[in-house]
């Protein structure tokens, strides 16, 4: 088990793409702690699957170092680092039984032979499959595949971390719960570094300790799933997290009120400090969350119009227009509407974002996050 | 209830009542028709029941040709796969050299078969052939008109030449579909080369092998022109196969009663052959039905 840092880590896949600035990660420096969960989370393309294979050591880096606590094992093999990696697609061995599929890393280790029995009756109990373990692993289900792929990774009881790529893409949305929870209490059990690739924020969010949201080849914000909910550290972390996601609205900043589509709207007080990052020709943007957004009486607040209501069953989601902007609200299922309304936002989930990055707006702190990359 | 009854769709399956005919039944039932009878000529058949199978069947001629037969698939298979298998692994999988490559593949397959013929005939022989003055040059004694051995070995490595292309060309589809995720997972589990084979690339090529060992046995079994044109047979009858028997039976000697029974008799014999390939390789490495029982 080991303490992961990537060390300003950059990729190109091909040295042309370098050359033209094209990096499929484009800056990556991070720490995964020893023993922790965490959740790479992001669109298709945005380098998870690179950041993962990077970690793993199916591709070397461009720039930068991988460490496995004061190792550097960036030039280093996979089989090297001892590391398990568990794909999106089952990769099984056809033409062995399961016992001898979960035994292979072993045997490859020239581990004693009755150590690996003992080892692999464990696991299969712990996979819930000793029963099939003198089946042939090729005739299984995906969700069975998908278990002895992580159970070859776990029953090397000292690797230094295991690493998913999306490893439940394939399995049944009633077994993904399962196969999720039965993660969890693995990762309880070993304590092992674990790393795991979604593109799914509920997957992420419920998997692990710390989320890392990667966006175009840079991770924007690194948080627990409460911290990328109530302070999203870039706008697009609001608007990837939560459905709907933040609403996110250009403004212009006057003397403490901003001034959104035409409307103004006065900012809380702490909120005046920042001016620094508020220079001349930065884009200036109001982020809300939905679940912050209030219908009041005409006259109250910013006058909208309602556009359609969107029934979900625990709640209603209101799609209106705030002049030409679209401003989603959630209000609950018994609340009725009015024809007309205003809409209000609760000052607290009010973020300023300056060119897409927070400002951080903490009473005292003029200080500027505009990197976002602070963990 | 209204049922149509329209009789005319009938005549939508006709035209393939008709190729079917034409192409199969017709002329396999005159075969068939050929070997229950025999003739004193002036096309006067009389029923000869199943003497003609008999015949053959007994016959120290078929026996000899159908060892011959038998030999030369094992030895052609027992060449042809390995080759193709080790061919497949070694080409590239990525750039500018896998067109290369195939195209160079491709090439032998595209030659017809008595073109190969010739071409070898030529290249083999020891006074203007380049092979064959070669090997003669570096002493050695070969002749492939003369010497059976000679004979056999030229044969061989015709085909070997002419058709591992086609095994590593089966090989190479079967390798290239395998995902990289097995290969990144076999590093990762720490396998060796060797194990990779064994337990990824070979499994997966299990389908385009059981295709590449039924297509190679196949024509190996059928193989006619090329030895036909290179050895004539000869020398002696050494590299007479079955399908150079029956043609000399059929047009040389004009025995149509036996000819017909000997081909109702390879075709079988192919035919069956075939299903026990095709049935052994299915079924090897096949999961057994599922167990329920709670063996631990």
Not at chain 1, 112 to 138: N, Y
Not at chain 1, 228 to 256: D, K, W
Not at chain 2, 239 to 245: N, P, R
Request: net charge negative; charged share 20%; aromatic share 10%.
């Amino acid at each position: 088990m080991a303490r992961i840092s990537l060390d300003h880590l950059r990729h190109a896949y091909t040295p042309g793409l370098a050359e033209a600035g094209i990096y499929a990660l484009r800056e990556v420096d991070h720490v995964f702690e020893d023993g922790g969960a965490y959740a790479l989370l992001g669109p298709s393309g945005c380098g998870k699957t690179t950041l993962l294979n990077i970690m793993s050591g199916l591709l070397t880096p461009s720039e930068g170092h991988v460490r496995f606590d004061e190792t550097d094992v960036t030039m280093l093999s996979p089989e090297a680092r001892n590391i398990a990696q568990v794909f999106q697609f089952p990769v099984i061995y056809d033409t062995m039984t399961v016992a001898e599929n979960l035994a292979f890393p072993l045997k490859n280790r020239r581990v004693p032979k009755d150590e690996i029995q003992r080892r692999v009756a464990d696991m299969l109990g712990r996979l819930g499959m000793t029963q099939k373990g003198k089946r042939k692993a090729r005739g299984l289900t995906a969700d069975e595949k998908q278990k002895i792929s992580l159970g070859r990774g776990l029953i090397r009881s000292d690797v230094a971390a295991i690493l998913f790529d999306e490893p439940l893409t394939v399995i049944d949305p009633h077994m993904k719960w399962q196969l999720r929870s039965e993660l969890k209490a693995l990762h309880k059990e070993f304590a092992m570094t674990m790393v795991y690739v979604t593109h799914d924020q509920t997957e992420a969010l419920t998997f692990a300790d710390k989320v890392v949201v990667m966006y175009e080849g840079e991770v924007v914000q690194i948080g627990t799933p409460e911290e990328l909910f109530e302070r999203p550290q870039h706008t697009f972390v609001g608007y990837f997290i939560g459905s709907p996601g933040m609403n996110v609205l250009p403004c212009a900043l006057e003397s403490g009120e901003a001034v959104v589509s035409g409307q103004r709207l006065r900012l809380p007080a702490h909120f005046g400090p920042a001016g620094g990052q508020m220079a001349q020709g930065r884009r200036i943007e109001l982020g809300i969350r939905p679940e912050f957004v209030s219908l009041v009486p005409r006259g109250e607040g910013l006058p909208v119009t309602i556009e359609r209501v969107e029934d979900v069953g625990s709640e209603k989601i209101v799609r209106a227009r705030l002049g030409d902007l679209p401003v989603s609200a959630i209000v609950k299922e018994d609340a009725s509407l009015p024809a007309e309304a205003d809409i209000a936002f609760a000052p607290h989930a009010l973020n300023l974002y300056s060119d897409s990055r927070l400002v951080d707006t903490t009473p005292g702190a003029a200080r500027a996050t505009a990197s976002g990359r602070t963990a | 209830m209204d049922k149509t009854f329209n009789n005319r769709a009938w005549f939508l399956v006709l035209p393939v009542l008709v190729i079917v005919a034409f192409s199969a039944v017709i002329p396999l039932m005159t075969v068939v028709n050929y070997s229950v009878q025999d003739t004193f000529g002036n096309n006067q058949f009389f029923w000869a029941g199943t003497d003609w199978f008999t015949d053959i069947l007994t016959s120290a001629r078929f026996h000899d040709a159908l060892i011959r037969n038998l030999i030369f698939s094992g030895i052609i298979l027992a060449i042809e796969i390995p080759l193709g298998i080790l061919v497949a692994l070694a080409m590239p999988k990525k750039g500018v050299w896998v067109s290369v490559c195939l195209v160079l593949m491709a090439l032998p397959l595209l030659i017809p078969w008595n073109v190969v013929g010739t071409i070898w005939q030529v290249f083999a022989r020891t006074d203007i052939g380049l092979l064959g003055a070669t090997v003669a040059g570096l002493g050695i004694d070969y002749n492939y008109v003369q010497d059976p051995l000679d004979a056999w070995i030229t044969v061989v490595v015709m085909d070997v030449w002419h058709w591992t292309s086609l095994v590593a060309l089966l090989c190479y589809a079967g390798l290239v579909s395998i995902p990289d995720a097995y290969y990144q997972a076999a590093k990762i589990d720490g396998a060796s080369r060797l194990a990779v084979f064994r337990y990824i690339q070979l499994p997966k090529m299990g389908r385009v092998l059981l295709i590449a060992v039924l297509l190679r046995f196949m024509d190996s079994f059928m193989i006619y022109t090329e030895p036909f044109v290179v050895t004539g047979g000869g020398p002696g009858n050494s590299t007479t196969f079955l399908s150079i028997d029956l043609v000399k039976m059929a047009v040389g000697q004009f025995d149509l009663g036996p000819a017909a029974a000997m081909s109702l008799i390879y075709f079988l014999i192919i035919l069956l052959l075939s299903w026990v390939f095709y049935t052994v390789m299915t079924n090897v490495g096949a999961d057994k039905a599922p167990r329920t029982g709670g063996e631990a």
